[in-house]
C-alpha cells in the first residue's frame, strides 16, 4: 500500500522555497468535492498575495480521492497530496498535514466546501495586521446545518467547553482557521481531539480572536460522524480540562481527592477508636467498613498522584518538551545553551 505515493513526489517540493501559507485540508471519501475545492482554493488564493501550497490529506478514502488528488496534483506545483494508508480519523489526517507544513501560516478547513475558500484570504489578513493575535477561529454565524441534530448539540458543546476550558468562542467546530505556525509546532493531536484545538493552543500559548465566515450547507457527499459523538465529546472535554490544569501537577489533583477521602475516614477511626478503648464492641459498625474503605481508596489516589508525578517527569524531560513556551521579543531573550 505504501507503494502507492512515490516517495520522490516530497523530494522537489521540499527543495523549493516555502510558501507564505500551508493550507491543510484532510479528506475522506469527499472525491465529488475534490475538483471544486482545489480550484476553489486555487482561485481565491491567486488573487491574495500569499505564496501558498495545500497539503491535501487522504484519510484512507475508498472513492477514488487519492487517485484524483495525484492526477490534479500533476499539473499543480502547490498541491501535495498526502496518502494515508487507512482511515486514521480527523485528528490523525490533520496532524499528517500539520507534521508536513512549510509556511509562516498554516490554514485548515474541511473539503465539503462548507467552508468557503474566499474566506482564507480574510483570516490571513487579520494574522498579517494584527501581531497580538497567534490564532484566528472561524465563527459560522449563519450555520447552514440541521437546527436539532447538529446546531443544537453544538451550541451546548460550545458553552461547556468554553466554560470549562476558559477559552471563550462561539464556535469551537469551525474547522476553518488561521494560525501563526509557531502555534501548530506546539500542538499534537491524538484521538478526537481536532474539535479542541482552540483549547490546545490557548494552553500553548496562542492568543486566540474569532471571526465570523461564511458557510454553507453540504451539497455533495455525506457527513462523515452522527449524534454518537455526543458521549465521546464530554469524555473529551474531562481528558482536556485535566491537561490544561493538572498535567503539571498531577499529585493535586489525585492526591488532592485522596486526601478528601483519607482524611474523614481517619476521623472516623479515631472516634471508632475511642469508643473501643470505652469498652464498646465495634467489631460489627458499618462505620468501621466505611472508614478503612475511605483510607484505603484516599491512600490509592494519593499512590497514583505520585505515578503521575514520574510520568510528567518523563513526558518533559524525555521528550524533550518544555514546561513553558517564551514569547518571541523584541530585546531577545536566550536560554543559556546546554
Ligand atoms: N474527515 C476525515 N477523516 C474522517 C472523517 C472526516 O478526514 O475519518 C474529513 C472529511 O472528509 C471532511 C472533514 O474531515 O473534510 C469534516 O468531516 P465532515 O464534513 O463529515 O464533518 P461535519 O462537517 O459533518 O461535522
Ligand atoms: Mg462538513
Same mark, same amino acid.
Given at each position: 500500500m505504501d507503494s502507492a505515493v512515490p516517495a520522490t513526489l516530497e523530494l522537489p517540493l521540499a527543495a523549493s522555497a516555502a510558501p507564505d501559507v500551508s493550507i491543510v485540508i484532510p479528506m475522506f471519501n469527499e472525491v465529488e468535492n475534490l475538483p471544486d475545492l482545489v480550484a476553489r482554493v486555487g482561485d481565491a488564493m491567486a488573487t491574495s498575495g500569499f505564496g501558498f501550497e495545500l497539503i491535501a490529506v487522504d +484519510?484512507?478514502?475508498? +472513492?477514488g480521492t487519492p487517485e484524483l488528488l495525484e492526477t490534479l496534483a500533476r499539473d499543480r506545483a502547490w498541491l501535495r497530496p498526502v496518502i494515508l494508508t487507512?482511515?486514521?480519523g480527523q485528528s490523525s489526517a490533520l496532524q499528517a498535514g500539520f507534521d508536513r507544513v512549510r509556511g509562516r501560516y498554516v490554514v485548515t478547513l474541511d473539503a465539503d466546501l462548507q467552508n468557503d475558500p474566499l474566506d482564507i484570504p480574510l483570516l490571513l489578513q487579520r494574522l498579517e495586521t494584527d501581531p497580538t493575535i497567534d490564532m484566528v477561529s472561524g465563527w459560522r454565524r449563519e450555520r447552514q446545518d440541521a437546527a436539532i441534530s447538529r446546531r443544537l448539540p453544538s451550541l451546548i458543546a460550545n458553552r461547556l467547553i468554553s466554560r470549562a476550558t476558559r477559552v471563550n468562542l462561539h464556535d469551537y467546530g469551525c474547522a476553518l482557521k488561521a494560525y501563526r505556525r509557531h502555534i501548530i509546532d506546539r500542538i499534537r493531536l491524538y484521538g478526537e481531539l481536532h474539535r479542541f484545538i482552540p483549547s490546545l493552543a490557548r494552553d500553548a500559548g496562542a492568543r486566540i480572536a474569532e471571526m465570523p465566515v461564511r458557510h454553507h450547507a453540504r451539497t455533495r457527499g455525506q457527513s462523515k460522524?452522527?449524534? +454518537?459523538r455526543t458521549f465521546r465529546v464530554i469524555l473529551d472535554l474531562v481528558l482536556i480540562v485535566f491537561f490544561m490544569r493538572y498535567?503539571?501537577?498531577?499529585l493535586h489533583a489525585f492526591g488532592g481527592l485522596g486526601l478528601w477521602l483519607a482524611t474523614p475516614g481517619v476521623l472516623m477511626l479515631a472516634y471508632l477508636t475511642i469508643v473501643k478503648l470505652g469498652g464498646?464492641?465495634?467489631?460489627?459498625?458499618?462505620l468501621l467498613i466505611a472508614a478503612v474503605m475511605l483510607i484505603l481508596i484516599g491512600a490509592q489516589l494519593i499512590v497514583a498522584g505520585l505515578i503521575g508525578e514520574m510520568l510528567t517527569r518523563i513526558y518533559h524531560e524525555g521528550q524533550g518538551r518544555p514546561q513553558y513556551h517564551v514569547r518571541a521579543s523584541a530585546t531577545g531573550d536566550t536560554p543559556r545553551a546546554g
Amino acid at each position: 500500500m505504501d507503494s502507492a505515493v512515490p516517495a520522490t513526489l516530497e523530494l522537489p517540493l521540499a527543495a523549493s522555497a516555502a510558501p507564505d501559507v500551508s493550507i491543510v485540508i484532510p479528506m475522506f471519501n469527499e472525491v465529488e468535492n475534490l475538483p471544486d475545492l482545489v480550484a476553489r482554493v486555487g482561485d481565491a488564493m491567486a488573487t491574495s498575495g500569499f505564496g501558498f501550497e495545500l497539503i491535501a490529506v487522504d +484519510d484512507g478514502s475508498t +472513492d477514488g480521492t487519492p487517485e484524483l488528488l495525484e492526477t490534479l496534483a500533476r499539473d499543480r506545483a502547490w498541491l501535495r497530496p498526502v496518502i494515508l494508508t487507512r482511515n486514521y480519523g480527523q485528528s490523525s489526517a490533520l496532524q499528517a498535514g500539520f507534521d508536513r507544513v512549510r509556511g509562516r501560516y498554516v490554514v485548515t478547513l474541511d473539503a465539503d466546501l462548507q467552508n468557503d475558500p474566499l474566506d482564507i484570504p480574510l483570516l490571513l489578513q487579520r494574522l498579517e495586521t494584527d501581531p497580538t493575535i497567534d490564532m484566528v477561529s472561524g465563527w459560522r454565524r449563519e450555520r447552514q446545518d440541521a437546527a436539532i441534530s447538529r446546531r443544537l448539540p453544538s451550541l451546548i458543546a460550545n458553552r461547556l467547553i468554553s466554560r470549562a476550558t476558559r477559552v471563550n468562542l462561539h464556535d469551537y467546530g469551525c474547522a476553518l482557521k488561521a494560525y501563526r505556525r509557531h502555534i501548530i509546532d506546539r500542538i499534537r493531536l491524538y484521538g478526537e481531539l481536532h474539535r479542541f484545538i482552540p483549547s490546545l493552543a490557548r494552553d500553548a500559548g496562542a492568543r486566540i480572536a474569532e471571526m465570523p465566515v461564511r458557510h454553507h450547507a453540504r451539497t455533495r457527499g455525506q457527513s462523515k460522524y452522527g449524534i +454518537d459523538r455526543t458521549f465521546r465529546v464530554i469524555l473529551d472535554l474531562v481528558l482536556i480540562v485535566f491537561f490544561m490544569r493538572y498535567r503539571q501537577r498531577p499529585l493535586h489533583a489525585f492526591g488532592g481527592l485522596g486526601l478528601w477521602l483519607a482524611t474523614p475516614g481517619v476521623l472516623m477511626l479515631a472516634y471508632l477508636t475511642i469508643v473501643k478503648l470505652g469498652g464498646e464492641d465495634i467489631g460489627g459498625r458499618p462505620l468501621l467498613i466505611a472508614a478503612v474503605m475511605l483510607i484505603l481508596i484516599g491512600a490509592q489516589l494519593i499512590v497514583a498522584g505520585l505515578i503521575g508525578e514520574m510520568l510528567t517527569r518523563i513526558y518533559h524531560e524525555g521528550q524533550g518538551r518544555p514546561q513553558y513556551h517564551v514569547r518571541a521579543s523584541a530585546t531577545g531573550d536566550t536560554p543559556r545553551a546546554g
